[in-house]
């Protein structure tokens, strides 16, 4: 299995979240999209610009019957998006231009 990063962007409510972003925010969350694509599993882990952190204040996301931990990265200084890994994609779950909404429990739209 690659350990390539894939992305999965396919929630509704996230759709609406991209197509309210500011153009700043916009640019800053493609240009992070950009960088992902470009790293493994292991170099996003180690990268200090993204800060791929675990939300411990909020609960497991269960799909089916796998829980998946809920992650925090960073898009810019100021913005946050919630994601879960899920094998190799990374799904991105919600943005949040307030980076510290990001961590409020159970904050997933």
């Known amino acids: 299995m690659s350990d390539k990063i894939s992305v999965n962007l396919s929630s509704p409510a996230l759709v609406s979240q991209i197509a ?3 153009k700043e925010n916009l640019i800053s969350f493609q240009k992070t999209l950009r960088k992902i694509l470009s ?16 939300i411990t204040s ?31 994609d990374m799904v991105f779950i919600s943005l949040h231009p307030d980076h510290d909404s990001a961590y409020r429990t159970g904050n997933y739209s």
């Open 39 to 54: 790293l493994s599993w292991n170099q996003l882990y180690q990268d200090n610009g993204l800060k791929w952190e675990e």
């Open 58 to 88: 909020m609960p497991d996301i269960i799909l089916g019957n796998k829980k998946y931990r809920p992650y925090s990265i960073r898009l810019n200084q100021k913005f946050r998006a919630v994601v879960m890994r899920k094998e190799n």
């Open 20 to 22: 309210a972003l500011s």
